[in-house]
């Protein structure tokens, strides 16, 4: 009878706080999700969440994807709807669960170009930008499960509304921001995409000169996962595309077992019968005035490289 009491009483107390954190915790994540800061995370999160991602064609990818393929060049090339969903600093383990979400939301696109790159099939430790999973998080299963092997959120912040806001100073700011500014400003990406309009940074003669070098480390667990995307796309008969966009010829030499990974894509493209387009000895690699640090283009280098692409594929297509 006294345990009956208490968990009266203790319902009694809860309820009605719960009642009042869920109405505060989608202010807080509505006004995060009007965020257009670089890298423009939250503007694809919204676009999947809101419908407005219907595709032909969807492109995956790192950095490397959402930097280098422009969505309108493609477009007008292959007359299809494209959209970049290329993830900031993360690999194929989160680049799927973008996958996952849009689905939920969209259509099965008929094609998805996969952007591979050395580290697609490396699993980093840390929840990189992990303010952009805030405003979605509460309860979506999918986000749980492939965020939470990362170290950055509490098993609790998945169920307790608010409590993922605790500490994150900066987005708190930016909830802020939002909340009391009158002006709308324009998005950072457009259909997921920004070519950027920067100069050769250096970064990697200094690597060079301290004598730096990267193993590629494929984790096992995100290869069991890239193989059972692919069977995936094979049972809904949605077209695989593999493309290694260009790189700096000289900054593919600081990784020492690279040989290995594209020897990797290369097996996996010839056993799932997968097209792979590699870029990395395109002509484009030999000069660094098409790049703003030895992995990513500019926006020229990406101009000239969405053109080529969609010229291949736009004659893989007649043909």
């Not at 999973?133 to 307790?160: E, Q």
Request: hydrophobic share 35%; glycine share 4%; charged share 25%.
């Amino acid at each position: 009878m006294q345990m009956k009491t208490f968990l009266i009483h203790t319902l009694k107390f809860f309820i009605p706080l719960l009642i009042l954190l869920i109405p505060l915790d989608y202010v807080l994540s509505y006004y995060l999700s009007q965020s257009n800061e670089y890298p423009g995370e939250i503007e694809v999160w919204n676009d999947i969440y809101q419908s407005k991602a219907t595709c032909d064609v969807a492109v995956y990818g790192s950095s490397r994807a959402w930097a280098h393929i422009n969505p309108e060049i493609l477009k007008d090339s292959l007359h299809a709807e494209v959209y970049n969903f290329g993830m900031d600093g993360h690999n194929f383990w989160l680049q799927y669960l973008r996958h996952l979400e849009f689905l939920k939301h969209h259509p099965q696109p008929k094609t998805i170009i996969l952007s591979v790159d050395v580290f697609t099939l490396q699993k980093r430790t840390e929840l990189y930008q992990q303010s952009q999973f805030l405003p979605y998080m509460l309860w979506n299963a999918n986000i749980r499960k492939y965020t939470s092997s990362y170290v950055g959120f509490k098993k609790s912040d998945y169920y307790i509304p608010l409590l993922r806001y605790s500490g994150k100073t900066t987005s708190l700011k930016t909830i802020l921001k939002n909340a009391f500014s009158k002006h709308t400003e324009e998005k950072y990406r457009k259909r997921g995409f920004l070519g950027l309009d920067r100069a050769w940074n250096f970064d990697f003669e200094k690597a060079k000169a301290a004598n730096v070098t990267y193993q590629i480390k494929m984790d096992s667990a995100t290869l069991v996962l890239f193989e059972n995307f692919i069977q995936e796309c094979r049972n809904t008969k949605t077209e695989l595309i593999f493309v290694y966009t260009p790189e700096y010829i000289e900054g593919q030499k600081l990784f020492v077992n690279r040989s290995e990974l594209m020897s990797y894509y290369k097996t996996i493209s010839e056993k799932y019968a997968i097209p792979f387009y590699d870029y990395s000895g395109d002509s484009l690699c030999l000069d660094k005035k098409y790049f703003y640090n030895a992995s990513h283009l500019n926006k020229q280098g990406a101009e000239i490289f969405s053109r080529k692409l969609a010229s291949d594929l736009k004659a893989r297509t007649k043909n």
